[in-house]
């Protein structure tokens, strides 16, 4: 298509956006509703048509269910009178993940923990609907240009499928292996039952996550070769590398490498539990600030999503973590955590302790405890002086 045609007898082409293995991807207008939106085109004459052509249908139909602000909307799908097939998507602004880590990784822990809570979000949703993404990976997690930062969308859904269907139909074809953007999944990516062809559910995705986060925090993915077999092979055998101590420490590094467990089972059993080991969010996001303009945004506190400005339910709250200002008032120590942890400003200024009420209400009070502390001081000191004399008499 050359900039200029009207496709489909309502979209005029505007610009070509990227090239990939299933087609060509425009820029368009809409004639109808002048709104610009992203073309996904797929030649009938283009090399493993059949099998790009049935991805590009999974993708309209799965997306199609797939409702929220964490997914591109679908507008249309069918083909042309020569047998091309297309697909008709909302235009985004922004760049994918790949690009980022590309210029920018290592990510901190903070911004890559931003990301991974808004694409757990996606994966939450699909995931509600049986619906396992299979192909996770950074091209496929795209930052939106917003007025304050950054908004993901969890994108291309072709090589999505039911939880519990096989991983890869064609992992005995190695020339299909070879082929990264087949639709079976990209090998770096790719979770150690999918590499098998065993079932895939949830924590195949997890798996996949684990593995984007670590080339966000490192800037490489955790296995790496020339040859995907190879890749293959050592996500199924081989344990996944360590993270930076820095990182390791974090709980977004535990929750990486519990993703990253050769054993589903050993993952994350849902997106809420993966959301709950990374923790509270920070101020940090993926593109500097990472809130959607006009839309609400949901809180994780262990496994309960709460609307901002909702008053927090105290047996939600971690162990670590104050449940309310008073418990701070008669634990010193808690009182330090809730500084160190930034956490004041969330929490209110901390009620003080009984003493410090005592004493600012109540001088005489403080003096008394004053001559008190003196005496008690007093008294060690002629214990450890008789100790040390009878130790003396001994010797």
Partial sequence: MEVGDVFSNRYTIQRELVRIASGNVYLAQDQNTKERVAIKHLPALAANYAVFASRMRREAELTSRLKGDRFTRILEFGRTESGDSFLVMEYLRGQPLSEVIRHEAPLSASRTAALARQTLEALSAAHQQGIVHRDLKPTNIFICDTTDGGYVKVLDFGAAAPAGSAGNAATTDLNKLTARDSGLGT?????????????????????????????????????????????????????????????????????????????????????????????????????????????????????????????????????????????????????????????????????????????????????????????????????????????????
Wanted: hydrophobic share 45%; proline share 11%.
């Fill in 187 to 395: 090998p770096d990516y790719m979770s150690p039952e999918q590499c098998r062809g065993a079932a895939v559910t949830s924590a195949s995705d997890f798996y996949a996550l684990g593995t984007v986060l670590f080339e966000a925090l490192t800037g490489a993915p955790p296995f790496k070769d020339p040859n995907p077999v190879q890749v293959m092979l050592m996500q199924i055998s081989r344990p996944a590398p360590a993270l930076p101590d820095e990182v390791a420490r974090t709980p977004l590094g535990r929750a990486v490498m519990t993703a990253l467990e050769k054993d589903p089972a050993a993952r994350f059993p849902s997106a809420e539990a993966f959301l709950a080991a990374i923790g509270a969010s920070s101020q940090e996001t993926a593109a500097g600030s990472m809130r959607s303009p006009q839309r609400q945004t949901l809180m994780l506190t262990g496994s309960v999503l709460l609307p901002p400005g909702a008053a927090i339910p105290a047996a939600a709250l971690p162990s670590t973590v104050p449940k309310h200002p008073s418990v701070t008032a008669s634990n010193p120590n808690m009182r330090e955590l809730v500084k160190s942890a930034g956490l004041a400003n969330q929490f209110g200024k901390a009620s003080p302790t009984a003493d410090e009420a005592a004493t600012a209400s109540h001088p005489a009070t403080a003096r008394r405890g004053g001559l008190g502390g003196v005496l008690v001081a007093a008294a060690i000191v002629i214990l450890l002086a008789l100790l040390g004399l009878g130790m003396w008499f001994l010797d």
